[in-house]
């Protein structure tokens, strides 16, 4: 696979007042292949959302360098390339909604663009359906819920035809049956269409699908592997304030009483099997 997004020793500081600063991010260096769906943990003030923001030039480096398909972001004449090639959701979809009507909310942005109206059109029609959202064209974005609300703005992203999805902490404001609703409707555009995917979340259970899961601590990159793999050094993240998910303290829970059972299955599914197995 090629690579998607590319980070060289990443600095990232706030400034502060009286030239004071604060380091959000300290020699980050990794890539992203393109296709894969990767999950980005850690605790509040660990960076993980900053990085996100330095993937499609919200934020540029203090230091390094941040590669979207081999463009610097750092290059102002790609900014709009760049921004086309990398589409971002936000926490709070209130934020990203601009219309009174959905359909019109979703065609915000190619309209900007200057994409012709039939082609907008089948765009919005597209994307709508991508999202399960076809049935709600027409309807006040006002009147939805959360999990439709965030849904509607992955469709706005979508109408740009990204090739890469940031969601960042998108699913943090929702109740869990929405927070299923996006979930399900990303995993499926990175299943169907192969849009690569980067979820920033502190929601350990989000993480089970993913392909790779990078750990970020103290503006650093203290994990990187798959999801069994990071998961299964639960004293190191409990170190950073983190926890494994549900399926995984269970498992521990059970094997710390006797049960034979292994510790680094991720899924319900896989949970189920394992305990069933001594049974």
């Not at 915000?108 to 359906?129: C, H, K, M, S, Y």
């Not at 979508?158 to 996006?182: N, S």
């Not at 994990?223 to 303290?249: C, H, I, K, N, Q």
């Amino acid at each position: 696979m090629s690579t998607m997004l590319q980070t060289e020793d990443l600095r990232y500081a706030y400034p502060g007042e009286e030239g004071a600063e604060t380091v959000a991010l300290d020699g980050v260096t990794l890539s992203i292949e393109r296709g894969s769906f990767v999950v980005v943990l850690g605790h509040n003030g660990s960076g993980k959302s900053t990085l996100a923001k330095t993937f499609n030039a919200v934020l540029l480096p203090s230091g390094g360098k941040v590669y979207v398909d081999g463009m610097d972001t750092g290059d102002e004449a790609l900014l709009l390339e760049i921004r086309r090639r990398v589409g971002m959701v936000f926490q709070n979809p209130d934020n990203q909604i601009v219309a009174n009507v959905v359909e019109e909310d979703v065609a915000f942005a190619p309209e900007n663009l200057g994409v012709p109206t039939e082609e907008i059109r089948r765009r919005v029609d597209d994307a709508l359906a991508a999202v399960g959202m076809a049935d709600f064209t027409l309807y006040a974005p006002h009147l939805l819920s959360g999990g439709q609300k965030q849904r509607i703005a992955i469709a706005g992203v979508l109408a740009m035809r990204p090739e890469c999805i940031v969601l960042d902490e998108a699913t943090a404001m929702l109740d869990p049956a929405g927070r299923r609703e996006v979930l399900d409707a990303v995993e499926r555009l990175h299943a169907e269409q192969g849009i690569t995917v980067v979820l920033i979340t502190h929601h350990m259970n989000e993480a089970e699908r993913a392909d790779r899961v990078l750990v970020m601590n103290d503006g650093r990159l203290a994990m990187d592997g798959a999801p069994r793999e990071v998961f299964s050094r639960a004293e190191e993240l409990a170190a950073m304030g983190l926890a494994v998910p549900d399926t995984v303290a269970l498992l521990r829970r059970l094997r710390a009483g006797g049960m034979d059972v292994p510790t680094d299955a991720v899924t319900v599914d896989e949970c189920v099997d394992a305990i069933l197995r001594e049974f």
